[in-house]
């Protein structure tokens, strides 16, 4: 009795340690879980709030973008004479058609969905694209923009059921600087295509990670993106009250991270920021079955191990029972009961385990299989206990064997990947540990295995490399290019499309950070490097820069980076920094394009003043001349330099015709042309502009196509382009002029942006002179750029040529190297309709007459010249400085008033007004309006009503009298 309780005492003390060893290691393997999962929880909720806050960042810069486009491109409108026709009326359905393309282009380049012209009420005056919006709410919006003096921001909004979300900007318009708007430009956006994406997009892949945009309107929450669980939802709501405990806070706009429920009921890791200048909150967040997945498996393996050692424990028991026996004979009865019981036990443990468990004798025949190798192979325990193991399948027979003879040997396999089959006959992958049986006598009666369902895990693990490879996939088919810098090593991953924007292949860029700076041009490397200082010195939240980079061909792109550190040290030091890089060179090129067109409006408007004014000094010399002509007697001494007064008036007269043609203010007088017979008319005048040592040789195309042109614009383009060969070839040399008939396909217009494929007609001028650098090339069409000395040249012959072409929708195209000469080449389209007939009034035989004439002329000279010419021809005439005046004196005169002849701009009252006031209290006054500006200018600009008798300044006395006897009709009889 005392031996069998000194067995019992120790068994209670092995016991006692055992369970102690046991407990030792579950509460250590908990403080580990608890431990690893706070500090997974906290890394997770950085990382999360890192992207956020960039996703945050990038939609603030997506919005501040999307007003910078309207305030441009609002900018641009105000500068545009077809812009302010629109709004008051008045615009041509040319006019309309440049609109049109301007929107279109705009719609285009810059991904809208939708443009438009539209009045205060909303009514679209040209619009591009679809408009998703109701005529209510563009109403509201342009009454919006209208009362704002920035662009306004229109946020998430859907008109209906069926209809998608969008955002918009509107921007106000105004005919004439500080005046009231009288439009608006609307610019509407599809966020699934350009905004979207931002939010949506994730920098490591991952099945469940998800980003939300929502913002809270009253008593309701937007989720104004697709949701992961719910992809057919658009602009889902929900009352706030759904969103309790914790999800109050991210609508209510307080930034902060947590560990709460989603939209779904589903526990989640969540960030979350405010967009700044917005009411939007984003929400990062992640499965926290995902972000613990590891951690689970690493507990779900200490579970094994704690079952392991009971296992272990109770087999120790069974020993020491079995001593005990041995020991003793009166213990027999008492140990064999013991033994059933921890039989029992281990049975219970071996079947309630997850492995599948299983023992074999030496013919390996099965000897136990617990439940958990049922659920796994597919047989039952009646099935397979005392018969041949079934799992194993034909091809790995001779290996089983060999490795079972080496467990019965005593040597122990472990965690050794094996396929067994199943009872259907599925082959499945298993991680088998295997050890020998051992008896008293120190003999093998069989051996132990027991096999781990690999299946869920390689199906997982197959699950993530195609996650992957999507990533992958993804990455490198997007636009833009990705860099991931280990700051601390100085490697980079460069993705492809980084690659690609430079010019270089897969392989032929390493994975130093060199390979990035070292390409930066030299006059932005400094300022790019600040720029990443910065943002490693927390300065700014993250790093935007756009650069300049050389490319594999030696070209230069620009660049627009942005990037952030997503990792620092515990110091503070930035550890890894990823970012984008996009191509901006084509943008960059159409703003630089933006710039010059407005420069050369610009140039155009004050050209177009100068020239007006001065066409008033010119009525005046060119007057005078032709009456000190028709006065002074054949002989006269001064008759030759009165004759070169007139002709320097005319040269003059030309001069400011260029410049009209330059500023667009005067119209041509198109008509159907054949070039050829415009050549051979100019040819002997052209060769008497050409020196003797020049070969000038034209080669004209027969059955050339007609376009329809403005002959004198034509020869005054051709005046100039021979005029800039000759001053080329001072040495002497080659000219010749071309034409030919040509078709541009789609392929060559593809290469070559302003021109448009079709029919065209192409007239070429080529010399063999000194020829022009590339600097000069970009210069050739600026106004009053020359490259001859000081007092040689205006600067405005190519620059005419330019502005001629572009009037006639037509294309220029120079190309030139030094020392090898020049071609100009114009496309001018083909025309396809019926020519006119060239109808004129004839002059009228007599121009003298009695009639009472008013004159209304703001300018003394122009006045006193007009008043001498006129009572030459024996008019009674009347005179006034201005509008008013002009009203004063005839309302005074007592006689019959027959016409009206006044300039159309003056101080006090313009001459449109005048002429309707006077005819209003003078039925039958006839009107001549006089103006340095065009007639079609005239009715364009809305100065003088279309079809009424225009007289353009300078005129002669001859121009003045034919004019006035044609409106006023012939003589009376006693005239």
Known sequence: ????????????????????????????????????????????????????????????????????????????????????????????????????????????????????????????????????????????????????????????????????????????????????????????????????????????????????????????????????????????????????????????????????????????????RMVRGTNWVVASKVDAAEVFAPLNSQARLLGLILAALVLAGATTGIVIWRNQQALHYEQQLESARALRSATDMLHAIVDSAPTAIMTLNPERVVTSWNRAAERVFGWSAEEVVGRQLPIVPAAHDSLFKMQFQQVLGGETVERREVYRKRKDGVEIPLELTAAPLRSADGSTP?????????????????????????????????????????????????????????????????????????????????????????????????????????????????????????????????????????????????????????????????????????????????????????????????????????????????????????????????????????????????????????????VLAPELQTVRADATQIQQMLMNLVVNARDAMQDGGKLIIESSNVVLTEAYSSGQQPVRP?????????????????????????????????????????????????QLGGWIWPYSEPGKGSTFKVYLPVDGRPGEKDERPAKPAQVAGTETILIAEDHDQVRGFSESVLRALGYEVLTARDGEEALKVALEHTGPLHLLLTDVAMPRMNGRDLARNLSERKPGLKVLFISGYTANVMAQQDMVEAGLEFLPKPFTPDQLGDKVRSILGPPSNGA
């Open 446 to 698: 069989g051996a132990v295995a027991l096999m781990l369902d690999l299946s869920a895990q390689k199906l997982a693990e197959g699950s993530l490399q195609e996650i992957k490879d999507r990533w992958q996939f993804a990455l490198e088919g997007a636009e833009e290019g990705v860099w991931d810098w280990n700051v601390e090593s100085g490697k980079v991953y460069y993705s492809r499309r980084w690659k690609e924007i430079l010019g270089y292949q897969e392989h032929e860029i390493s994975d130093s950070v060199e390979e990035w700076t070292g390409r930066i041009h030299p006059d932005d490397a400094a300022a790019n490097m600040e720029a990443v200082e910065r943002h490693f010195r927390r300065e700014t939240p993250a790093y935007q820069f756009e650069y300049r980079a050389r490319r594999k061909d030696g070209k230069y792109a620009w660049l627009a980076g942005r990037g952030k550190v997503i990792v620092w040290s515990d110091d503070g030091r930035p550890l890894r920094f990823v970012g984008t890089k996009v191509d901006m060179t084509h943008r960059k090129e159409l703003e630089e394009r933006l710039r010059q067109a407005q420069k050369m409006e610009s140039v155009g408007r004050l050209a177009g003043g100068v020239a007006h004014d001065f066409n008033n000094h010119l009525t005046v010399i060119e007057g005078y001349s032709e009456m000190l002509l028709s006065q002074l007697p054949e002989g006269s001494p001064y008759l030759a330099y009165v004759t070169e007064i007139r002709n320097a008036g005319q040269r003059a007269g030309l001069l400011t015709r260029q410049l009209l043609t330059f500023s667009r203010q005067q119209l041509p007088d198109t008509r159907p042309l054949n070039l050829n017979d415009v050549i051979r008319d100019l040819e002997k005048m052209l060769r008497r502009l050409i020196r003797s040592d020049i070969e000038f040789t034209t």
């Open 1 to 272: 009795m005392q031996s069998k309780l000194h067995g019992a005492h120790g068994s209670i003390r092995l016991s006692l340690i055992l369970g102690g060893l046991i407990l030792g290691i579950g509460a250590m393997g908990y403080y580990y879980y608890a431990d690893s999962r706070a500090k997974i929880r906290k890394e997770v909720a950085g990382d999360l709030a890192s992207i956020a806050k960039e996703k945050a960042n990038l939609i603030s810069v997506w919005r501040d973008e999307r007003i910078a486009d309207a305030s441009a491109a609002a900018a641009a409108a105000a500068m545009m004479p077809s812009v302010k026709n629109l709004l008051v009326g008045h615009a041509s359905p040319a006019e309309r058609a440049v609109l049109l393309a301007w929107l279109e282009a705009l719609r285009s380049n810059y991904g809208y969905a939708h443009l438009s012209l539209a009045d205060l009420e909303g009514r679209p005056l040209i619009e591009v694209g679809r408009a998703e919006a109701t005529r209510t709410q563009l109403a509201a919006a342009a009454n919006e923009a209208a009362a704002s003096k920035t662009p306004v921001f229109r946020d998430f909004d859907a008109y209906g059921n069926e209809q998608s979300p969008h955002v918009g900007v509107s921007a106000a318009l105004a005919p004439s600087p500080g005046a009231a708007a009288r439009g608006v430009l609307l610019m509407e956006m599809d966020p699934e295509t350009h905004l979207i994406p931002l939010i949506q997009s994730w920098p490591t892949s991952s099945p469940t990670a998800e980003a939300v945009l929502l913002r809270r309107e009253g008593s309701e929450v937007v989720l104004l993106t697709q949701m992961r669980q719910q992809p057919v939802s658009k602009m889902t709501r929900a009352p706030v009250e759904r969103f309790t405990g914790k999800n109050v806070r991210p609508v209510a706009g307080v930034p902060g991270t947590g560990e709460i429920f989603d939209y779904m009921g589903v526990p989640v890791v969540v960030a979350w």
């Open 758 to 806: 079709g029919e065209y007609v192409l007239l070429t001028v080529s010399d063999t002179g000194c020829g022009m650098d590339e600097e000069t090339m970009r210069q050739i069409f600026e106004p009053f750029f020359t490259t001859k000395p000081s007092g040689e040249g205006t600067g405005l012959g190519l620059c005419t040529v330019f502005s001629i072409v572009q």
